[in-house]
Nanobody, 129 residues
Framework: VQLQASGGGLAQVGGSLRVSCEASGRTVFNHAMGWFRQAPGKEREFVAAIRPGGRTYYADSVQGRFTISRDNGLNTVSLQMDSLKPEDAAVYYC????????????????????????WGRGTQVTVSS
């Protein structure tokens, strides 16, 4: 399994950016996918996740500003980031949960980085004021 992150870059405060994660070796439709971020000197933190069935989960800090989505045809999961704030600046990582499930755990499962078995290389998001 390989996850290739793209997008990101530089935006001004209040601006928008989009990061995407293309998977190979697994179909994103069948797996939970998550976005996490890590700023310098800080631990990796949960941002958003989408599970099979389409239910989405967001960190409180990004709720209403970020949108996670899935493109099954491109086998890609994207994160649209609007109304960017300086504290959104970080390296963003996508992860894939390799477990096939017939029932859905609660939200804590999807917000935990340990859930994800495969990770892409990060993509930098910089927000300038």
């Amino acid at each position: 399994v390989q996850l290739q992150a793209s997008g990101g870059g530089l935006a001004q405060v209040g601006g928008s950016l989009r990061v995407s994660c293309e998977a190979s070796g697994r179909t994103v439709f069948n797996h939970a996918m998550g976005w996490f971020r890590q700023a310098p000197g800080k631990e990796r933190e949960f941002v958003a996740a989408i599970r099979p069935g389409g239910r989405t989960y967001y960190a409180d800090s990004v709720q209403g500003r970020f949108t996670i989505s899935r493109d099954n045809g491109l086998n890609t999961v994207s994160l649209q980031m609007d109304s960017l704030k300086p504290e959104d600046a970080a390296v963003y990582y996508c992860g894939l949960d390799a477990t096939f499930r017939s029932s859905w755990p609660d939200s804590n499962y999807y917000t935990d980085a340990r859930t994800y078995d495969f990770w892409g290389r990060g993509t930098q998001v910089t927000v300038s004021s």
